[in-house]
């Protein structure tokens, strides 16, 4: 034991206001969730389309009308929020979004 190990050891704990408050840090043990499963990337992307609308009921973007665009993007972006849905999976589906002109 070195002399600063030494003097801390002797020295007398203070008490101060936050002398009660525990750590906000759990131990690793309470950190394990039984209902997380270790899923790999691709099988949970699976996991999460199968709860996303079926591709009949996204919306379809003709690119008519003025502002047709904006309803679509927003619509698509709900969907991503909602159902954490990746921007690969969704890049998958636009050739089957479009249609008439903007195809």
Do not use: C
Request: proline fraction near 6%.
């Amino acid at each position: 034991m070195d002399k600063i190990d030494e003097a801390n050891s002797n020295m007398r704990k203070l008490s101060t206001p936050f002398s009660h408050i525990r750590s906000a840090v759990k131990p690793e043990e309470e950190l394990t969730n039984p209902f997380i499963t270790d899923l790999s990337h691709q099988e949970n992307n699976q996991v999460l389309m199968k709860e996303a609308p079926q591709l009949k009921e996204w919306p379809k973007f003709t690119g008519e009308g003025e502002y047709d665009h904006m309803s679509f993007i927003k619509t698509i972006d709900m969907l991503q929020e909602d159902y954490a849905t990746p921007d690969e999976l969704i890049i998958a589906r636009l050739h089957s979004l479009f249609e008439k002109s903007a195809k």
